[in-house]
């Protein structure tokens, strides 16, 4: 494919005109939406507005004038559109490490006993994830909660009478390989199970539809293919039919039904709002809120085509170069097998990375030796994948990844 191909692809793209909404240094090719998306224009005047003007001249009133109080409720519907979800299923709130132990200690509540004790896993899955699991079963003791973890492949027939619920990643955060949660969730709830989706690195940039498939709890975060900022708050989801009953042990006054009337005795809301425990964090809040305005006219269906077609363009100028069999391809050969993401095994995967954003082309690196290509359907190009391509081709045959700078790692890889 040569660069006519790639511009007349570009040309061609019904959503081309997103990229228009986001600051993009001219200087850069950004290939990391998958760890922390691109700032949207309308973000940066949100924040302003809401620091400047509601805090700044409305001061305390704004709870009320401009409805902050309802934030993590508007918000979360929101996000419930695009990941296909009813809007009082869902709520913006905490991070997604907080709103898991919420999720997994609802689900114990829910269906746990003396046998069925077990959150099912897999090795590879989010540490996070597994950490927070970790953490519940030190709390409640492994006779209420024991974390057992398997292999990928091996997840749906490792489910049993022992399984509380099992704990999915839709894309795998390492290989970007794509996990069905409508066939985990049907085996999950065959077997009296629950499932809890982490979503971090699916909602935005494909099309989800939890409540069609039946997914009791999930998770996810915002600030990547949702485009709301470093450390953005997350979401939480619990289907409907899980609300009467839901238990949570973070009882926080924001999760109170009466916040406002100060009782010493807590008393839960209904539904999602179970879900909220303190003062939502308004400046961050309202930055989702507008990150979220760029999927307005944006059907899922197209993000997720051109999302395909993005990684299928990149892997294949990777195979027309002679060094190309040195980057081993870890996820999914076939797109619709995988999220918007690429990643390769290299034994100098890190001074790869690092020689690449040197040169403006910014990809990430997770150990122990892959570098990770994220596509961000909403503003990448296809004219992008052919010039990153040539500054990667100059420095495998130049070999300058060896430069002794790239031999001490940064804090944040």
Known sequence: MNQTDFSQRDRDDPIAYKREAFELPSDTIYFDGNSLGALPKQ?????????????????????????????????????????????????CCDSISVNLFK??????????NDQRRVILSTHDN??????????????????RCELKLVE????????????????????????GRRLDLQQLS?????????????????????????????????????????????????????????????????QGWFGHTNPFAFEPKYQAAKGIQKMLVGTPPVLSMQAVNAALDCFDDVPMEQVRTKSMQLTQAFQQQ???????????????????????????????????????IERGVIADFRAPNYI??????????????????????????????????WQTRLTVT
Request: contains cysteine.
């Open 103 to 112: 999720v997994i200690c609802a689900a114990i509540s829910e269906v746990g």
């Open 318 to 356: 990777m195979t027309a170069h002679s060094w190309s069999p040195d980057f081993e391809l870890i996820s999914p050969p076939h797109a619709e097998q995988r999220g918007s993401q690429l990643s390769y095994a290299h034994p100098k995967a890190y001074e790869i990375c690092q020689a690449l």
């Open 152 to 175: 990928e492949a091996e997840l749906i027939n490792a489910i049993d009478k022992n399984t509380v619920a099992v704990l999915a990643t839709e894309v795998n955060f390492r290989t």
């Open 43 to 91: 973000v940066a005047q949100a924040v302003d507005e809401t620091t400047r003007m509601q805090w700044g001249s409305d001061l305390i009133k704004s709870w009320n004038q401009h409805d902050w109080i309802n934030l993590p409720t508007t918000v979360g519907a929101k996000i419930a559109r695009l990941i296909g979800a009813h809007d009082d299923e869902v709520i």
């Open 126 to 143: 989010f540490p996070t994830d597994l950490y927070m699991v970790q953490g519940v079963e030190s709390f409640l003791g492994q006779q």
């Open 372 to 405: 990770r290509f994220g596509f961000a359907p909403l503003y990448n190009q296809f004219q992008e994948i052919e010039r990153a391509i040539v500054i990667l081709d100059d420095i495998m045959t130049t070999q300058t990844y060896l430069d002794p700078r």
């Open 186 to 250: 049907q085996a999950a709830h065959g077997q009296g199970a629950l499932i809890v989706a982490d979503l971090a690195h699916s909602a935005g940039v494909m099309p989800i539809h939890l409540t069609e498939w039946q997914v009791d709890y999930a998770v996810g975060c915002t600030y990547k293919y949702l485009n709301a900022g470093p450390g953005a708050p997350a979401f939480v989801y619990v289907n409907q039919r899980h609300h009467a009953s839901l238990k949570q042990p973070l």
